[in-house]
């Protein structure tokens, strides 16, 4: 079993940064992909940054590439998500997930994930 927790949301003004955290515990060790996501009210869940934990490569969803950095730290067992010149329309509850499949090389919008986090509240105002 695997548990995700998030932290590090909040309000940010249009054009700033934050930086959202992802605590894993439990089984990870077999974990491949990681990921976040965000969902707004009324909108479907969609994939934002993933990253392949065994060699750190990254995917970025086209709207937030060049702006947000999906990370790991293997020793804390910890995934970030680094965001920058946010925009209002970046708004949402961003949720950490995991999942044990490597298929589809952790691309986005690939494959099911298995874990997910509670979710943490991200608003951008101008």
């Known amino acids: 079993q695997v548990q995700l927790v998030e932290s590090g949301g909040g309000p940010v003004q249009a054009g700033g940064s934050l930086r959202l955290s992802c605590a894993a515990s439990?089984?990870?060790?077999?974990?491949?992909?990681m990921g976040w996501f965000r969902q707004v009210p009324g909108k479907k869940r969609e994939g934002v940054a993933n990253?392949?934990?065994?060699?750190?490569?990254?995917y970025y969803a086209d709207s937030v590439k060049g702006r947000f950095t999906i990370s790991q730290d293997n020793a804390k067992n910890t995934l970030y998500l680094q965001m920058n010149s946010l925009k209002p329309e970046d708004t949402g509850m961003y949720y950490c997930?995991?999942?044990?499949?490597?298929?589809?090389?952790?691309?986005?919008?690939?494959?099911?994930?298995?874990?997910w986090g509670q979710g943490t509240q991200v608003t951008v105002s101008s």
């Open positions: 997930a995991a999942r044990y499949s490597a298929m589809g090389s952790c691309a986005i919008d690939g494959y099911e994930f298995n874990y």
């Open positions: 439990g089984f990870t060790s077999s974990l491949r992909c």
């Open positions: 990253i392949f934990v065994v060699d750190g490569r990254t």
